[in-house]
């Protein structure tokens, strides 16, 4: 909502110039608006009688928050009326910011803790409806080289496969490794069968000289690191 201004079948081009999200963001700055008026940019214009902001807000509705709207992969970024041209300018935004968080994360020095990837590995796993395991390359440094999604499907000793993960990370030449997944169902507990693959893992690199920093599962809210609950 902009002020106490609503569509009210009004267009926004009727709306005062000042509240109108395009201007407001141009005068005022983009940190002004809100999650709804910023995708009001985006798409330009509404549809079916909505205005933008209408469809933003069912945007945001729809996936259940900004985060998840970030997180969503682009055939689950719906709302009524939308049509493929602004899906696509909506879903290109979106990968532009996790581009972004990649970018930032790759000119970091090192990698400190577990925090300091888990808001780029949350934001590429969280809220997919399948489960993803990926691997984060790190040199001896710890400095990012790469992330690369290896396996989807459940997580455990039938779908993930050592001899694959240690060919990743030799052709990345990673001295050291982060690993993540995904629990669709939000609850990021690792399961007996996490525990087991990690060591599993753990165990075949530690042949190639790659060491294995954390396991990282990807939830509703804060990744869980395996390391930090001492299960590596």
């Known amino acids: 909502m902009c002020g106490s201004w609503q569509s009210d079948g009004m267009s926004i081009r009727d709306w005062p110039e000042g509240e109108r999200p395009r201007e407001k963001l141009l005068s005022r700055g ?13 798409l330009g214009s509404g549809s079916r009688g909505k205005d933008a902001i209408a469809l ?12 998840a709207l970030l997180s969503s992969p682009e055939q689950q970024i719906r709302a009524g009326g939308l049509g493929p041209a602004k899906r696509a300018r909506i879903a290109a935004a979106l990968e532009l910011a996790r581009r972004s968080l990649a970018e930032e994360l790759q000119q970091r020095q090192s990698l400190g803790n577990p925090r300091d990837s888990g808001d780029y590995l949350r934001a590429r796993l969280r809220h997919l409806p399948y489960e993803v395991f990926g691997c984060l390359y790190l040199d001896n440094r710890h400095r990012v080289l790469a992330f690369e999604e290896l396996f989807r499907g459940t997580i455990d000793g039938a779908s993930v496969h050592p001899r694959e993960v240690v060919r990743a990370c030799l ?38 000289g790659v060491r294995v920093l954390d396991h990282l599962v990807i939830g509703s809210g804060e990744p869980v690191s395996m390391a930090a609950r001492g299960l590596l």
């Open 30 to 42: 983009s940190a002004t608006l809100s999650d709804a008026e910023l995708l009001a940019v985006l």
């Open 56 to 67: 933003g807000r069912e945007l945001l509705g729809n996936a259940g928050s900004l985060g």
């Open 171 to 208: 052709q990345h030449n990673a001295g050291a490794v982060i690993f993540a997944h995904n629990h669709p169902s939000g609850v990021a507990e690792p399961s007996a069968a996490d525990r087991a693959i990690t060591h599993e893992l753990r165990d075949a690199l530690q042949l190639v």
